[in-house]
């Protein structure tokens, strides 16, 4: 326990060090660069949120070619897919041709747009703040979801031309959608249905060491972030870039030693990530969360609760909430077509925690689908993913869709 103790303070001091590293130098867009390596068309769009963030939104737009003709192209609703904590759009690309459901569904003539949430490597602008000040940081997950995914869903829906979308998120983006529908009911209307991979609301059975030591700790936590000023945490830099290619792809033992570390975080796994595919992975992740983020995933653990922000003062919360303790998320409010994938190897997302989601998910139509040997990441990057989870997640969107144009003809 003291060496994974250390191990979690060198981490946050390497925050520090990470933070004083100029970002963006030497930095490339990994997303594009992935896409047109498999000869994808790549744009990258900005979206402004209600409060002044400047995010930037992926494009990999359906193939005009004959194998998707234009009716094709036309009837299928576009595919929004929301990253998780710590990582970004090129979560979605990373796998290349085969793996990596972007591709999948491109090569299915959906067209696809991918998010980079606030503070990740891609989506370090405000319209009137700087990343050095600590105001830019003052958000957790819950401004994601409020903030964040509406502006995104809103500017895919203007652009294409569709009333809604079909959502696929890993992890955080599970929360994040979670967020918006109990707190914004009517955009449930906006969601021809999702996807949630690897839920994360309930963390009260959590067993990942690293983060339960956190929650454990976490007066100690918040005490060593204050002295060392930090409100971003495990930015992308250059250096992250080629130090952890080198860690985890120069030899076998630091190979292992990588993939135990992982492993201590999301869980072991019964099919460990490609060996080469390493080094591509460690491009992009980490790209950078806040301080609050990280805070409030650990209030969820402590808590047991699906809740929001506690602001640990009985006077601050009734500030901000009219009541002394934080409300929970109204996940009655969430009225979709769910798809829900679990692992059964998860450390982050348990059975127990995911089950008591599906219970609280009253008013959606859920399905569960329990993944055997599955940790909280290879439903990005497992090479059975295609098989065992994206293949279900295509089969249901066409189905919506030709049912959709269906009854649209025989309206006219």
Known sequence: MLDMKLCVVFLLISSSF??????????????CQMAQLHRLECQ?????????????????????NQSCPRETRTRLRPFVLMHGLLGSAADFVTAGRGQALAVELHR???????????????????????????????FSWHEIGLYDLPAIVDRVLVMTGHRQVHYV???????????????????????????LMAPVAFLKHLSSP?????????????????????????????????????????TLPTYTLCTLFTSLYVGFSDYPVDRSLLPRILETIPAG???????????????????????????????????????????????LQLQIFHGTRDALSSQADVQRLVNELRQSRTRLYQVPGYNHIDFLFAVTASQLVYERIIQQAWQLDATAAAVALQGR
Request: aromatic letters at 8%; a positive charge; hydrophobic letters at 35%.
């Open 18 to 31: 990470l933070r004083s590293v100029s970002l963006g130098q030497g930095l490339i867009d990994s997303v």
């Open 44 to 64: 990258v769009h900005r979206v402004e949120t209600a409060d002044g963030y400047l995010l930037s939104l992926h494009r990999i737009p359906a193939p005009r």
């Open 108 to 138: 299915r003539c959906f067209d696809v747009w991918l998010p980079n949430a606030r503070g990740t490597t891609h989506s370090r602008r405000h319209r009137t703040l700087q990343t050095s000040q600590a105001r830019f940081w003052q």
């Open 169 to 195: 998120g890993h992890s955080q983006g599970t929360t994040v959608l979670l967020v918006l529908l109990s707190q914004r009911p009517e955009y449930n209307s906006k969601f021809a249905n999702a996807a």
């Open 210 to 250: 690293p983060l339960r030591l956190l929650a454990s700790d976490s007066a100690g936590v918040t005490m060593l972030l204050n002295k060392l000023g930090l409100n971003e945490l495990l930015p992308a830099t250059a250096l992250t870039q080629v130090g952890g290619q080198f860690f985890c792809s120069a």
């Open 289 to 335: 969360i806040s301080r609050g983020q990280l805070q409030h995933f650990g209030q969820l653990i402590n808590s047991g609760k699906f809740q929001q922000y506690d602001y640990r003062s009985p006077r601050l919360n009734s500030l901000r909430y009219g009541q002394p303790t934080p409300p929970s998320y109204r996940l009655r409010n969430v009225r």
